[in-house]
């Protein structure tokens, strides 16, 4: 499938800062964007504004051509985002999250698919208990099993690496590779510049000079 | 592509939310039963600050009841969205392809379902305590049943609201609080009515009347209202 | 007549066009004022029944009738923000809303004033004092929601949305509470609609309104200017300005 998510003029301003002004990208099919940047330069918020959550305060999203509506169904649909926190209730077990974020884009799944899925993040053990006993490292893996077995195509993962063992980091970076080559897109927003095997385009946030310093 | 994404799944998306919640709340029982522990505890309190003479206590008991289980819901209402907001999966439920008034709907659902139900099936035991003639028991959890609904739903918009703030607890009793007037006005007026034998079929409608409304108007602003909070 | 109202969505037009409005804004406000309030105050007859304290009327009617505009206001313009995103319905908002909690609160005050001769004590939970007092809980709440979120944006929203809830919700409570009235207290007095107010009332009266509203709109222009110069302190035009107005005083 081909796809291609489009922002045009993205302005972002937080607490009378200016992050960035008139930014556009492009992510299609077989992308890979690495967003890198230092602390407070508005990585985060990007991605969240890419995933529809932020509204920009100027400037569009689109996707496949077609200009989105805040918060749009048509992306969120071929949408897998994941934030800072990792999405995985105390309360529950993995199994259980995982089975209700499959619900939530309407597919029932099944208990062995997801086993299969923690399994293979190294969660094997843990699946069937609260994941409040689990540790931050853990409650992490648990949420990137969502990608073992999501269907959607565009992934946008802001700081996937924190609280992740080098095994664990090893083992996404190779998943994001595959999932490219595979015909998916990932954007990521991370410090730590993953070892790839697909190609890599960056973009690099609050290292050139801001446009209203310019214009003055 | 196109018109085959944002269709189907609504109803599985659905039942899993309303599913999720109320596993969530069974696994967190001392929670889910602190509004219902409140309620009797202060419930136990009027008369001891009030008065032990029975015909007295009656008069004031659907007052007392009703506003009781308001307060009691209110307590609830801070928890409905906090953890969702802090563990990051109300995010994601916001990500969801689906519309998000209608997943709200079903969080409001739980939230009554182990809230203002079992208040409303409690209240006529504690207006045994508070000398309340039998004949108005069933007013009584009718009127609780059907406008705890209202307070859930109209309620859930000032979680969403206060969702992401620091001291959002005591902001949200302010908002909403006005808001429960015409809930408490109706269905204390019910169990008032049968109390002193009157109809009180007028009041059950207009509590019908106010729960229609909210189902009708509270999912979206409820979702709104997430959606502005989420940003912080 | 569509594009007009979007150059005025402007607020460097905004800021132009109001503040050449405000002074006659101001200046009717003055004038409606005091002609009401003499007129009011000290010409009107005093009622037979309840004497010169009748005359509270000519504070109480214009403030409660403010407090639900201005609340409808409020709420107009968070939907027209909510909806199209115009910065400037929020810079209304924001300038509007304590003013119409501080008529609330002077409808309130009035109106317990004017029951102490009337009914003997201050506060009866008259159907008309009660939904003012919730309504003043409401104007609060919008309030505090602004100031509660750290990122004004979310803020603005939020306190919007709650405006438009609570819009929705004021006739409900209206009625649920003239309603409860009608079922505890008989028949009290009412306090608005005495049997049949005389020209000499009603005309004073008449004025007293327009002048309260002659002033809100000079109030609200004022405070919204200013609330403009605040947010858009960053921007060239109002840079510009500010150049343009310190160089003629320097001249």
Redesign the interface.
């Known amino acids: 499938m081909s796809f291609r998510l489009e922002a045009r003029g993205l302005d972002c301003e937080r607490d009378g800062q200016r992050l960035f002004a008139g930014l556009g990208l492009s992510v299609a099919d077989g992308d890979c964007l690495l967003v890198s940047g230092p602390n407070g330069s508005g990585k985060s918020t990007l991605l969240r504004m890419l995933a529809g959550q932020l509204p920009p305060q100027a400037g569009e999203l689109a996707w496949c051509g077609r200009v989105l509506r805040h918060g749009a169904r048509a992306l969120r649909a071929n949408l897998l985002y994941m934030g800072h926190a990792p999405g995985v209730a105390a309360s529950l077990t993995p199994l259980e999250t995982l089975a209700w974020y499959q619900a939530l884009r309407g597919e029932r799944g099944d208990d062995d698919a997801r086993l299969a899925a923690l399994e293979d993040w190294g969660l094997g053990e843990g699946a069937g208990i609260p994941a409040g006993q689990l540790s931050a490292g853990q409650r992490r893996r648990v949420a990137l099993a969502r990608l073992t077995l999501t269907s959607a195509p565009l992934w946008l993962l802001d700081e996937p690496f924190t609280a992740l063992d080098r095994d664990a980091a090893n083992l996404l970076e190779e998943r994001l590779s595959a999932h490219v080559r595979a015909g998916g897109a990932v954007v990521l927003a991370s410090h730590h510049v993953p070892a790839l095997t697909v190609a890599m385009s960056r973009l690099a946030l609050g290292e050139s000079p801001r446009p209203d310093e310019v214009a003055v | 592509?196109?018109a085959g994404?944002?269709d189907?799944?609504?109803a599985?998306?659905w039942?899993?939310?309303l599913g999720?919640e109320l596993?969530?709340a069974g696994?967190?029982r001392g929670e889910t039963l602190a509004p219902l522990t409140f309620f009797a505890l202060v419930i136990a309190l009027f008369p001891l600050g009030l008065t032990v003479q029975p015909e007295r206590l009656a008069g004031l008991a659907p007052g007392l009841l009703w506003v009781t289980a308001l307060l009691a819901t209110l307590l609830s209402l801070e928890a409905l969205f906090r953890?969702?907001h802090?563990?990051?999966?109300l995010?994601?439920?916001?990500?969801?392809?689906?519309p998000l008034a209608a997943?709200v709907l079903a969080k409001v659902l739980a939230h009554w379902l182990v809230g203002g139900l079992p208040l409303a099936l409690l209240a006529p035991l504690l207006g045994v305590l508070l000398a309340l003639p039998a004949g108005s028991y069933l007013p009584l959890a009718v009127s609780l049943a059907l406008g705890s609904a209202s307070l859930s739903l109209i309620g859930a918009?000032g979680a969403a609201?206060?969702v992401?703030?620091a001291?959002?607890g005591l902001?949200l009793s302010?908002?909403v609080?006005?808001?429960f007037?015409?809930v408490l006005?109706?269905g204390a007026?019910a169990a008032q009515a049968a109390l002193v034998g009157g109809a009180f079929g007028a009041h059950l409608a207009?509590l019908g009347a106010?729960l229609a409304?909210a189902l009708l108007?509270a999912p979206w602003?409820i979702a709104?209202?997430l959606?502005?909070?989420?940003?912080? | 007549m569509w594009r007009a109202i979007h150059r005025l969505g402007s607020p460097a037009i905004f800021y132009a066009v109001a503040g050449r409005l405000q002074p006659w804004c101001w200046a009717l406000a003055i004038a409606l004022l005091l002609a009401g309030s003499l007129w009011g105050l000290v010409w009107a007859p005093a009622d037979y029944q309840q004497g010169d304290s009748v005359r509270i009327l000519y504070v109480h009617v214009p403030t409660a009738l403010l407090a639900q505009s201005v609340f409808v206001l409020l709420a107009a313009a968070g939907g027209v923000f909510l909806v199209w995103r115009i910065k400037l319905a929020d810079m209304l908002a924001a300038a509007i809303a304590p003013f119409g909690a501080l008529m609330t609160l002077l409808a309130l005050v009035s109106g317990a004033l004017w029951g102490l001769p009337t009914w003997g004590t201050w506060w009866v939970w008259d159907a008309r004092l009660t939904s003012m007092l919730i309504q003043l809980f409401l104007y609060l709440g919008v309030i505090a929601l602004r100031g509660a979120y750290t990122a004004a944006e979310s803020g603005a929203r939020a306190s919007a949305l709650l405006a438009l809830v609570g819009v929705v919700n004021v006739p409900i409570i209206k009625f649920s509470v003239d309603w409860w009235q009608t079922l505890h207290q008989a028949a009290t007095f009412s306090l608005v609609r005495p049997p049949s107010m005389p020209a000499s009332m009603w005309l004073p009266l008449l004025v007293m309104v327009a002048g309260f509203y002659a002033f809100f709109v000079a109030l609200a222009l004022t405070r919204t200017r200013s609330e403009i110069l605040r947010r858009e302190s960053r921007t060239r035009w109002v840079r510009e300005r500010v150049a343009r107005t310190t160089g003629k005083a320097a001249r």
């Not at chain 2, 995010?91 to 689906?98: D, G, H, V, Y």
Request: aromatic share 2%; charged share 20%.
């Open positions: 592509m196109g994404d944002a189907t799944g609504l599985t998306a039942a899993a939310t999720r596993r969530r696994r967190r953890d969702d802090a563990d990051g999966s995010e994601q439920m916001l990500l969801a392809p689906q997943l918009i609201l206060t992401g703030l001291r959002g902001l302010v908002l609080l006005p808001l007037v015409p006005i109706f007026g207009l106010l409304l108007l602003a709104a209202a959606r502005i909070a989420i940003n912080g």
